[in-house]
């Protein structure tokens, strides 16, 4: 029981990464899962055992139920590699649908919403909000009762493009820069510039009309802000 639950600690912690690289790598999975079928049944036909037995034969090597000997160097790396490849299916479908039932719980509640694209800007909006949080693997759509979509301005209209009937009745947040609000017709759907947005929380946190109520002939410099710079000036109808 105690290296059970070390193992399940290990494992959830490390479940994103798993789930990430599992994906990458499934189609080279299916072949090192099967590998030991085909080392065992090459293995014992050569040892002239009938080809129906040395199919039941490898098959039991993959729940460590082979009790024959080990005819050659065929059967006993399938001996070995079976029940690896076993215990690997078991994490693979594990970490794979654990993700899947953890976003279905969360989709229950009317408040679920779910992150898409730069990986920082989600971080950041995540870190300010209390509704249980859907995972998804980059682009791939996922049910959710609010979507924030936070890539590049292509990558945000194509996926609402192509999902346009499933989010007609959600609430979709688009991340935009030069992208206008008559672009886009439904009244669900609503457009906000993170630097209109964190010039606007600037500015409010440091309120130029105060700071420069009792000061006369001042000369205002921002350096180094870009894009938030101009939202800055557009905020406050500044002239730099």
């Not at 599992?22 to 099967?34: D, G, H, N, W």
């Not at 001996?79 to 490849?85: D, E, S, T, V, Y």
């Not at 180094?224 to 905020?235: P, T």
């Amino acid at each position: 029981m105690f290296y059970a639950n070390i193992l399940f600690h290990f494992f959830k912690k490390q479940s994103n990464l798993c789930y990430h690289l599992i994906m990458k790598t499934l189609k080279i999975s299916y072949i090192f899962l099967i590998l030991p079928l085909i080392l065992g049944i090459i293995g014992l036909t050569e040892a002239q055992i009938p080809m129906s037995d040395a199919l039941f034969y490898s098959f039991s090597m993959y729940f460590v139920a082979y009790e024959g000997p080990a005819y050659n160097y065929y059967v006993e790396a399938a001996r070995w590699l079976a029940p690896i490849m076993t215990f690997s299916s078991v994490l693979m479908f594990f970490s794979y649908y654990r993700q899947r039932i953890y976003n279905y719980i969360k989709y229950q509640r009317n408040d679920s919403v779910v992150l898409y694209g730069n990986a920082e800007l989600c971080s950041i909006i995540k870190q300010s909000l209390n509704n249980p949080i859907i995972e998804t693997e980059d682009f791939e759509f996922v049910k959710a009762h609010r979507y924030i979509l936070c890539g590049a301005e292509e990558e945000n209209l194509l996926f609402y493009e192509n999902h346009k009937e499933k989010l007609r009745d959600k609430k979709v947040y688009i991340q935009c820069e030069t992208l206008r609000s008559q672009l886009i017709s439904n009244d669900n759907v609503k457009l906000f510039n993170m630097n209109e947005i964190s010039a606007r929380l600037y500015w409010n946190k440091f309120d130029i009309k105060k700071i420069l109520a009792n000061i006369k002939d001042a000369h205002i410099v921002l350096i180094a802000f870009g894009l938030m710079k101009e939202s800055g000036q557009d905020h406050h109808g500044l002239k730099i």
